[in-house]
């Protein structure tokens, strides 16, 4: 099945502990982003992904990394989670062109 | 970044009725496409309708449609026959894949709009 899978789906966890959500997809699809999902903001994008090892910041970058080093693979890395990146978080994949973004199930973050 | 703008965050409408959301995007650009995608209670992100800039003829998905209006950069989503499990939020996006720059194949998400249906 063609799909976008993150983990974990729900995490919390404390302040300043590093902790890493994992996105992995099977389409082969060259686009990968991040987006957080916060109430009243919509989703903005945190970072994205051309291809292998081309990475671009999105509109929130700050406080999250991100890599590329395989084409199905771009988990996003949180060095030093603070209260403020308390979100739901979507990974997302695309072919180029008409196709829409193909998103993962989300993972309810919770930092305290 | 660009611009997608969704002024109502709230809509509601009677089963069996039918119902417009707005959106309105800013751009420079001639070519691009432009998407509207259901997020239920579930929280999934579904993928609903999607229309290409340079066609004229709206996209049309069963009982979803839209008004593509692109002088005035507007791209409304029309539910007809409502149903219960048509309540959601609804999210605008647009996304540009020619040319060159940064925002080159971005997705851009509008605020969306909580869409509930009264049976």
């Known amino acids: 099945e063609a799909q976008v899978t993150q983990n974990p789906r729900y995490l919390i966890t404390v302040t300043g502990k590093k902790l890493t959500v994992t996105c992995s997809q099977n389409m082969n699809h060259e686009y990968m982003s991040w987006y957080r999902q916060d109430p009243g903001l919509g989703l903005r994008q945190i970072y994205y992904s051309m291809n292998v090892e081309v990475t671009d910041k999105g509109d929130v970058p700050e406080g999250y990394k991100v890599s590329r080093k395989e084409k199905r693979n771009f988990p996003l890395i949180l060095e030093s989670p603070s209260p403020n990146q308390t979100s739901l978080y979507f990974c997302?994949?695309?072919?180029?062109?008409?196709?829409?973004?193909?998103f993962g199930s989300g993972t309810r973050l919770t930092v305290v | 970044a660009q611009t997608v703008t969704q002024s109502q965050p709230e809509m509601s409408v009677q089963e069996a009725e039918t119902v417009t959301l707005s959106c309105t995007y800013d751009t420079s650009e001639s070519d691009y496409y432009l998407f509207w995608y259901k997020q239920p209670p579930s929280r999934q992100m579904i993928l609903v309708i999607r229309q290409e800039a340079y066609k004229q003829q709206n996209a049309t998905e069963n009982r979803f449609s839209v008004n593509f209006q692109k002088a005035a950069k507007s791209f409304s989503l029309k539910i007809s026959d409502s149903q219960l499990g048509d309540a959601a939020m609804y999210f605008c996006?647009?996304?540009?894949?020619?040319?060159?720059?940064?925002?080159?194949?971005?997705?851009?998400f509008g605020r969306g709009t909580q869409l509930t249906v009264w049976p």
């Open positions: 997302a994949s695309s072919f180029t062109g008409f196709n829409g973004y193909t």
């Open positions: 996006a647009y996304r540009r894949d020619r040319g060159r720059g940064s925002t080159l194949g971005r997705l851009y």
